[in-house]
């Protein structure tokens, strides 16, 4: 006889129980999408931490890399990050075919990694169940707003431009890209 376990995730707007199949994660019953949610509630409250450092210590040093905010073709807006600056152009082409079309960078932040867990932390209410780093900014919610006025006051770091610019001109035709690169 096999064991079948239903998530135990209750909704806190509703108080209902998810009760989708589940595996056994950590010791509590739960389905993908809400282990990958309590998997950020745990990650999100090291970003509120952070946050409370950074502020207390404006000078304390961040990792290395970029943080980016931007919009894809689904419509959602992804906050991602990239360890080394020179990977910043190729993520940029992959998120491009990932999500078939052009994606659109309202903002790209010094700070890799503490920057994205700080937003991540902060704009949390707004991120979406099982759908990786991406935020619903189709609510019409103070945070959706609030997010995406956020990245478009900071907009594009300018020791980024010259990657964003390399992504914009391959996006706009790929082909002559790579063949210029061979040439
Ligand atoms: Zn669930």
């Known amino acids: 006889m096999t064991l079948t376990y239903t998530c135990a995730w209750i909704n806190r707007h509703t108080g209902e129980q998810c009760s989708k199949p589940a595996k056994v994660q950590a010791n509590l019953p739960l389905c993908s999408d809400h282990h990958q949610a309590r998997t950020y509630r745990e ?97 019409p919610a103070r945070v959706s707003g609030e997010l995406l006025s956020f990245a478009l006051s900071h907009g594009i770091h300018p020791e980024a431009l010259p990657a964003v610019e390399e992504y914009r001109e391959w996006a706009d035709d790929p082909d002559a890209w790579a063949a210029r690169q061979l040439a």
């Open 43 to 139: 990650k999100a409250k090291r970003g509120a931490e952070l946050l409370r450092y950074f502020k207390e210590n404006p000078e304390a040093p961040r990792s290395a890399g970029w943080c980016y905010i931007v919009h894809l073709p689904d419509c959602t807006v992804k906050v991602g990050m990239v360890g080394t600056e020179g990977r910043l152009s190729a993520r940029l082409a992959e998120l491009h075919e990932d999500f078939g079309g052009n994606v659109d960078i309202l903002a790209v932040l010094p700070g890799g990694k503490d920057t994205e867990a700080v937003l991540h932390s902060h704009f949390g209410s707004i991120r979406i169940p099982g759908k990786g780093e991406r935020f619903d900014v189709t609510e």
